[in-house]
C-alpha cells in the first residue's frame, strides 16, 4: 500500500507566495479534500503533485518514488482531471483514449478502452467526434481515463462541475470504489454538499497554509 508524503512544500509565482510549508500525508484509501477560495493555492498543489510544475521547495513521495528526481517514472503512476479536459476535439472519445493509452503507455486493450466509454454512458458516442459533445460528456470521457489507467493517485481539481446530478453520483461510486482499492485521492472543491457522501478528510487552504478542518466526515 502507497501513502503520499508531502513535507514543507512551498511554491512562488515570481514575488508571489502561493503555499508555504505545506505538509500533508495521504494514506492509501483516502481521500483529502482541499477547500479554499479562488487564488488559495489548490491547483497549484494538484500540479505539482501532478509534476506539471517543478517542485522549489520542499518534498513529495509517493510510496518510494520521489516526485522531484523521478516525475517520469511518478506520473506512470497519478492521473490529474482538471478543470479543462485535455482532449482533441477532432477526435473520437476511443481515439482519445487510444492517444492517452499510447502517451501514458498504459497496459489497455480495444475491449478495456470500449468497456471505459461504455462505463461512463458514451458507447452510443464512441465514434463521434468530441468537438460536439457537451461540457458534462466531455468530463465523463476525461473521467474513463482513470477507468483505463488505474492509477495509485488520483487528483481531481473541480471534478463536479458540468455534471448532473446522476454524473455527481457515478463519479462518487468511481471515487469510492478507487478508495475501496487502496487508492488515493486528492480533490480540491467548492462543493462539500456532493463531497459529502465520500469517506474524506477536509482540509483549508488559506493564505498559502494547509490546515487541517477538525471534522472527518464518514460514509
Same mark, same amino acid.
Given at each position: ?35 479554499? %477560495? ?6 497549484? @498543489?494538484?500540479? !505539482? *503533485?501532478?509534476? $506539471?510544475? =517543478? ?79 457537451? %461540457? ?6 476525461? @473521467?474513463?481515463? !482513470? *477507468?483505463?489507467? $488505474?492509477? =495509485? ?67
Amino acid at each position: 500500500m502507497t501513502p503520499l508524503q508531502i513535507l514543507d512544500m512551498a511554491h512562488r509565482f515570481g514575488r508571489r507566495i502561493v503555499l508555504r510549508r505545506v505538509t500533508l500525508r495521504v494514506e492509501p484509501g483516502e481521500c483529502a479534500v482541499l477547500y479554499g %477560495a479562488n487564488g488559495s493555492g489548490k491547483s497549484t @498543489l494538484l500540479s !505539482l *503533485l501532478a509534476t $506539471r510544475l =517543478r517542485i522549489q521547495q520542499g518534498s513529495c513521495l509517493l510510496g518510494d518514488v520521489n516526485l522531484q528526481t523521478h516525475g517520469d517514472l511518478a506520473r506512470r503512476y497519478i492521473v490529474l482531471i482538471g478543470h479543462h479536459s485535455h482532449l482533441y476535439g477532432h477526435l473520437s472519445p476511443m481515439e482519445n483514449l487510444l492517444f492517452f493509452r499510447d502517451m501514458h503507455q498504459v497496459a489497455a486493450d480495444m475491449d478495456a478502452l470500449a468497456d471505459a466509454i461504455g462505463a461512463v454512458g458514451l458507447e452510443p458516442f464512441a465514434h463521434q467526434p468530441v468537438r460536439w459533445f457537451s %461540457a458534462g460528456m466531455k468530463k465523463r470521457l476525461s @473521467l474513463a481515463r !482513470l *477507468l483505463i489507467a $488505474r492509477p =495509485r493517485l488520483l487528483l481531481l481539481d473541480e471534478p463536479y462541475s458540468a455534471l448532473d446530478q446522476d454524473g455527481v453520483s457515478w463519479l462518487n461510486g468511481v471515487i469510492h470504489r478507487f478508495q475501496h482499492q487502496g487508492g488515493l485521492v486528492v480533490m480540491a472543491s467548492h462543493d462539500p454538499e456532493k463531497v459529502q457522501p465520500l469517506r474524506h478528510t477536509p482540509w483549508h487552504l488559506h493564505g498559502g497554509l494547509l490546515q487541517s478542518v477538525t471534522e472527518s466526515h464518514r460514509c
